[in-house]
């Protein structure tokens, strides 16, 4: 057989490399070789590929096979385009050589300018430039970023002469040293280098240029870029290009400059150029900040500069216009003549996002579809809550489980009593507790956040603080409450009972003191684009809400009905908490009546309430779900209230208390275990429902009530509910004169649950996975405790994710597949949903589009993220369809 070798193409001419191909180009390299191939004025150069960088890797650090002729090559070709040769003493070509990975690093990797100047060609630039001064600050520049990134000399070295040869001169910028002072200067470097590496700075350019790219091939692997991939889980294969491209000079004089732009403001959104200019400067000035630039608007207002800047907001616009979206441009004027150095997808905050999004759809640059997927869901997240001001540097504590978004700051309290009365008297309070449960809910109210030092995702003060849209860092590492003396501890520092201090719940911060913050206006763009996500999506939104207020809420937000009705949260405020712990702590029957009779009016006015609020659209609500821990009263004070209120002793309530503790609570007595031990619980709440729904549509509001049980694990247990339920409702629509419609379902919580869903579902009417529940009992991983360890699994890599915060769609995803499946084949057309938090989560929720659910129900200040999360499941299901149709075309 005769093999035949074609040699690999390693290096591309930026106008022969096909732009598409970022994954080959990188990002620069891409937009590079798309402006030369537009005919915009782009240095002349070529990029090395990534593969390059992945070969160069494999072969443990070298070049591999034929790279190196292929870069000679291009070479010639762009000494070609600017008529001057790499290394000529009269007139030399000097190179840059840059990074550029297919997704941006910002400032992560290395980059080396002025490349080929050596102590021969140094005085051919001063004669072509004119500037002997020009000549020996490029020199020394050169030595000083090759010094560091190609021979590993510490920086600081070069950065200390520099400075003594200013304070030597008396002056304070480095353009005001002069050519002799330069002159020295390289000399100095030169010193610096023969003296760390016992070598001779190179004098050859091949050997310079040949350096250069084996290190920004090294820059892919430093500790820095490794640490910012992980971060932000880039693969670490990828690899990055390089380019080498002809130095252009925006320092050779006042018709010189250099500078940064947008198109469009990435803070607003604003369709308008942003950006900052140096004249008479090099590229790394700016982003140094070794001088402050100016607004480059002054560009016009500048006579030498005026007539590139009318030319680079010409490329400005066609750039944007071309890419359909903003962009970030690096250019610089060299007497008068505009190069381009880069264009780039500009970064932006949510807020821009949104208003970038849809004023493109407007103006007619992207369709509607387009500006819905331009929009990440996690970015709205900025939009509804306060969020630190990005330019802030406060001191962190200590770092917990990101709980709940937003930022806010306050004095530290560690009762929700004094919360509530702190609040009351004007003030600003953050709520530290070892961990929260039901009887500090009016604190939590009171309070801006929360911070505990147990529980995690699924936690009572994360559900609790989400549901509110406030935000709470749970499980903060390391801090230790010590309620005694008034304190908390991280490491050595001590911080006290109204002490400032400032969380941010998206990323997990506990910050000292009160850091600035910034609160985005929800504006009309907003709406504009949740409108038109709305038009994409087939998986419908609803919101888990408990209270009227919530439901008003969820409402505004766009959400489609109440997906979870949590009753028990009911009971959270005031004194309401009283009658709640009367019934679970009843031993008779006759005690247990009197007791739902004190629940039942102020279950039936808050159903009422939410079935106002919700004017016709269906709302879920869950028969009583107390896993017992959470509403026994725990302390002294709480059981003699108890007491006071049942009229008996303290060590009655106390015994009562110890009787009913359990071992593992959460698997204990709880879901419908109550209501099937104790009919007459759902019987109250049943009627409570039904007498609501009643009153409600005898108003001319209509309802559709869809009663939901929870912790099914038998058919039986739902027979046995829904009897009742039935019972109760015939008995209520008979007393009024009125007939509503409504549903009995099932909540999925249990794996027993999923995989008898056929079972089930000749019994429910309807599902809705409490993923909550179904992933602690799949795992069987406390939701309680697994804040503990939790974050060691996934910084190990042992889980890639909390599977709280989002769901684990290998094992609990299938399940929720084949319940859903199971139960259909029972009951086509069931109705699924599912109303864990992870109905708040994009990855989620695009798995609930996938799996046919459908809806989801989140917290309601997630609603609008939900929404869009599911317009872009269903896009990207579209885009997969139409991909799979032209494969088959093409076959
Ligand atoms: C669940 O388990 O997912 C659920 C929604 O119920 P809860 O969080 O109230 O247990
Ligand atoms: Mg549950």
Redesign the pocket.
């Known amino acids: 057989m005769i093999a035949t070798t074609v040699a690999q193409q390693w290096v591309y001419g930026f106008t022969a490399g096909d732009s598409q191909r970022r994954d080959l180009l990188g990002g620069k390299g891409a937009g590079l070789a798309e402006m030369a191939q537009a005919g915009l004025p782009v240095p002349p150069g070529f990029t090395i590929t990534t593969e390059a960088c992945t070969a160069y890797y494999q072969d443990g650090g070298d070049m591999p096979a034929g790279l190196w002729e292929q870069v000679l090559a291009a070479l010639q070709r762009v000494e070609q385009a600017r008529g001057k040769r790499f290394g000529d003493v009269a007139n030399p070509l000097l190179l840059s050589v840059r990074s550029g990975a297919k997704v941006s690093m910002p400032g992560m990797m290395d980059t080396i300018l002025d490349l080929g100047l050596t102590d021969a060609t140094v005085a051919g630039l001063a004669a072509s430039s004119g500037s002997v001064r020009f000549a020996y600050d490029s020199y020394r520049r050169l030595m000083q970023l090759y010094g560091k990134v190609v021979l590993g000399i510490p920086g600081e070295l070069f950065e200390a002469a520099l400075t003594r040869a200013k304070a030597r001169r008396g002056v304070q910028d480095d353009t005001e040293l002069d050519a002799a002072a330069l002159c020295k200067l390289t000399a100095t470097f030169k010193a610096i280098v023969r003296e760390q590496t016992g070598h001779d700075f190179p004098q050859d350019p091949m050997a310079q240029l040949h350096g250069a790219i084996g290190a920004v091939f090294a820059s892919w692997n430093t500790e820095r870029a490794v640490n910012y991939r992980r971060e932000n889980h880039i693969a670490n294969d990828l690899g990055t290009a390089v380019n080498v491209q002809a130095m252009v000079y925006g320092n050779m004089g006042d018709d010189c400059a250099t500078g940064v732009a947008f198109t469009r403001d990435p803070a607003t959104g604003e369709k308008r150029l942003v950006g900052e200019y140096l004249p008479n400067a090099q590229g790394e000035d700016v982003v140094a900040g070794v001088r402050t630039p100016r607004p480059i608007a002054e560009m016009a207002g500048d006579p030498l500069l005026a007539p590139t800047y009318a030319q680079f907001l010409r490329v400005a616009e066609q750039l944007e216009r071309h890419y359909r979206d903003a962009q970030d441009l690096e250019f610089t004027v060299e007497h008068g003549t505009l190069y381009m150095l880069q264009t780039r997808t500009a970064k932006r905050t949510g807020a821009a996002a949104v208003r970038m999004a849809v004023e493109m759809a407007e103006e007619g640059l992207i369709d509607r579809a387009t500006a819905v997927r331009r929009v990440e869901p996690e970015q709205l997240d900025q939009l509804l809550h306060p969020t630190l001001d990005p330019l802030a540097t406060p001191t962190i504590l200590t770092t917990g489980l990101p709980a709940s978004p937003g930022a806010a700051s306050g004095q530290v309290v560690f009762n929700a009593d004094e919360a509530e009365a702190r609040q009351r008297a004007g003030a600003a309070v953050i709520l530290v507790r070892e961990e929260t449960s039901p009887d500090d809910f009016h604190g939590m109210v009171a309070a801006r956040g929360f911070v505990t030092a147990r529980g995690g995702i699924?936690s009572h003060a994360a559900?609790v603080a989400r549901g509110m849209g406030k935000p709470c860092v749970a499980s903060a590492a390391g801090l230790v409450v010590d309620y005694a003396t008034q304190t908390f501890t991280v490491a050595e520092t001590v911080v006290r009972h109204d002490d400032w201090i400032t969380i941010d719940g998206g990323s997990g911060r506990v910050m000292l003191g009160q850091a600035p913050m910034i609160r985005p206006a929800l504006g009309g763009e907003l709406q504009t684009l949740l409108g038109w996500a709305d038009e994409f999506r087939t998986l419908g939104v609803r919101a888990?809400a408990d209270t009227p207020h919530d439901a008003g809420v969820a409402r505004d937000f766009g959400a489609a009905g109440i997906g979870?009705c949590?009753t028990e949260h009911m009971f959270f405020e005031g004194d309401r908490i009283l009658p709640m712990r009367a019934m679970i702590l009843a031993e008779t029957a006759e005690e247990r009546a009197a007791a739902l009779a004190r629940l039942l009016p102020l279950q039936r006015a808050d159903f009422a309430g939410i079935f106002r609020a919700m004017d016709g659209l269906p709302v879920t609500i869950?028969t009583l779900?107390p896993?017992l821990h959470e509403f026994l009263p725990q302390t002294d004070v709480e059981q003699a209230e108890l007491a006071r209120t049942l009229g008996v002793d303290p060590a009655v309530v106390a015994t009562k208390v110890e009787q009913l503790r359990e071992a593992n609570p959460m698997l204990g007595f709880r879901g419908c275990r109550l209501g099937i031990v104790y009919p007459e619980i759902t019987a109250m709440q049943a009627r409570a429902i039904f007498e609501a729904a009643c009153a409600v549509a005898r108003e001319g509001v209509a309802v559709a009530p869809e009663v939901m049980i929870?912790?099914v694990c038998t058919v039986k247990e739902m027979e046995a509910q829904r009897a009742i339920i039935e019972q109760t409702a015939r008995e209520v629509f008979a007393e009024q004169g009125v007939t509503v419609p409504y549903l009995v379902g099932t909540?999925i919580?249990l794996p027993r649950a999923a995989l008898l869903a056929d079972e089930l579902a000749a019994a429910a009417e309807f599902f809705?996975?409490?993923?909550?529940?179904?992933?602690?009992t799949t795992f069987g991983l406390s939701?309680d405790d697994a804040g503990r360890f939790l974050p060691g699994y996934v910084a190990r890599g042992i889980l890639p994710y909390d599977p709280f915060q989002s769901l684990d769609q290998a094992g609990v995803g299938r399940l929720i597949t084949l319940g859903t499946e199971l139960g259909r084949r029972t009951r086509p057309g069931l109705k699924v949903g599912?109303?864990?938090?992870?109905g708040g989560d994009p990855a989620s929720v695009r798995f609930c589009a996938q799996a046919g659910l459908d809806y989801v129900s989140a917290s309601p200040y997630r609603v609008p993220l939900a929404r869009l999360a599911a317009a872009h499941a269903h896009l990207e299901a579209l885009e997969r369809a139409d991909g799979q149709a032209g494969q088959e075309r093409d076959r």
């Open positions: 699924t559900v888990n979870l949590r869950r779900d896993p929870p912790l909540m919580e809705s996975f409490g993923t909550n529940d179904l992933t602690q939701r599912i109303c864990g938090e992870h």
